[in-house]
């Protein structure tokens, strides 16, 4: 039930097309989704973050969508650029931070 | 705001040496931090929680022994790998729990993680 899976394990997208990577959780009590991105040899650094009150959230070209009775997200990275090629982590944690859960995460490619 | 400085960004060891990576909370107070390993094309692995002033809580599988986790301040985290050998070798990441005070919810930023090479 602390599981967040996240699919696909790996996406590959011509530069200027739209990337989607989705995730779904179990734990009602998970109350914050934020995503983030990750270039090799480096931290996770947050890109952007929803809660279960609103259904979307667009920061620039990234924006999350959010089904709560459905229990899923997603990132959708429009006009996608070959710089943001990395791995995307998708999380959950409940309203106090605690029990914070990371996705398995997704490797995106984009092609120039 | 909300940054966490871990250093070194890597190291390279001799097998049976120690290692200690730092990482500090430059413009907030961590009451609880968190290490995590991760290995090529993995997801992170949460090894341990510190909080400051207590001893670690570590994760099922992760000796406690070999890596020490030392959290003295609200500011310091310290994790030493003690007895390296190349099987340690991953990299190594940080985080503290923070609140994003505008809307009053708790999420966590990460340092910019320490690759341990161990030859």
């Known amino acids: 039930q602390q599981q967040v899976k996240q699919s696909p394990q790996s996406l590959i997208v011509q530069k200027g097309g739209i990337s989607i990577i989705n995730c779904a959780y179990e734990n009602t009590a998970f109350d914050y989704f934020p995503w983030y991105q990750q270039f090799p040899g480096k931290g996770p650094a947050l890109l952007i973050a929803i809660r279960p009150d609103v259904s979307e959230k667009k920061e620039g070209r990234f924006t999350i969508s959010f089904n709560k009775s459905a229990k899923q997200f997603s990132l959708h990275i429009m006009d996608s650029q070959p710089g943001d090629s990395a791995t995307y982590f998708c999380?959950?944690?409940?309203?106090?931070?605690?029990?914070?859960?990371f996705g398995p995460g997704t490797r995106l490619s984009v092609l120039p | 705001g909300a940054v966490v400085s871990q250093h070194p960004s890597w190291v390279i060891c001799k097998s049976g040496t120690s290692v200690k990576i730092e990482c500090r909370s430059l413009?907030?107070?961590?009451?609880?931090m968190f290490w995590y390993r991760q290995f090529p094309k993995q997801s992170l692995m949460l090894m341990a929680t510190?909080?400051?002033?207590?001893?670690?809580?570590?994760e099922q599988g992760v000796e406690k022994d070999k890596f020490l986790i030392n959290h003295a301040s609200l500011t310091l985290s310290t994790l030493t790998v003690t007895s390296a050998h190349p099987e340690d070798s991953s990299f190594y990441i940080c985080?503290?729990?923070?609140?994003?005070?505008?809307?009053?919810?708790?999420?966590?930023?990460f340092g910019s993680g320490t690759r341990l090479t161990v030859v």
């Open positions: 999380a959950a944690t409940d309203n106090y931070g605690q029990n914070f859960v």
């Open positions: 985080s503290a729990r923070v609140a994003w005070t505008a809307l009053v919810v708790y999420g966590y930023t």
């Open positions: 413009d907030f107070q961590a009451t609880t």
């Open positions: 510190s909080n400051e002033g207590s001893k670690a809580t570590y």
